[in-house]
């Protein structure tokens, strides 16, 4: 069993940078696949960003492509979200997901509480 614990959301305005962190509590991390996926009030939850065990390949989201990096350090069993240029449409709940394979929809093994980002317009 992984337990996720993500953290660094908040309020910022539009134009704005924030960076998520999720740390894994299981110290093999390194051998998931990383998500991060966020869900708006009233909206399903919708792909962001996946990373795969040796970082060497990332997927993005179209509508944060060139906006949002994931990373990876395996060494802290942490992944990270930056997030710049930030817009009212990024505001959402974000939650990270660990799992065996680095894909683009909801299968993932593992799942953190969230972590809240509101972008102020």
């Known amino acids: 069993q992984v337990q996720l614990v993500e953290s660094g959301g908040g309020l910022v305005q539009a134009g704005g940078s924030l960076r998520l962190s999720c740390a894994a509590s299981?110290?093999?991390?390194?051998?998931?696949?990383m998500g991060w996926f966020r869900q708006a009030p009233g909206n399903e939850r919708e792909f962001v960003a996946a990373?795969?065990?040796?970082?060497?390949?990332?997927y993005y989201a179209h509508s944060v492509k060139g906006r949002f990096t994931i990373s990876r350090d395996n060494a802290k069993n942490t992944v990270y979200l930056q997030m710049n240029s930030l817009e009212p449409e990024d505001t959402a709940v974000y939650y990270c997901?660990?799992?065996?394979?680095?894909?683009?929809?909801?299968?993932?093994?593992?799942w953190g509480q969230g972590t809240q980002v509101i972008v102020s317009s």
């Open positions: 997901a660990a799992g065996k394979y680095v894909v683009t929809t909801k299968e993932y093994e593992y």
């Open positions: 990373i795969s065990q040796s970082g060497g390949t990332r």
């Open positions: 299981d110290r093999s991390s390194g051998r998931y696949a």
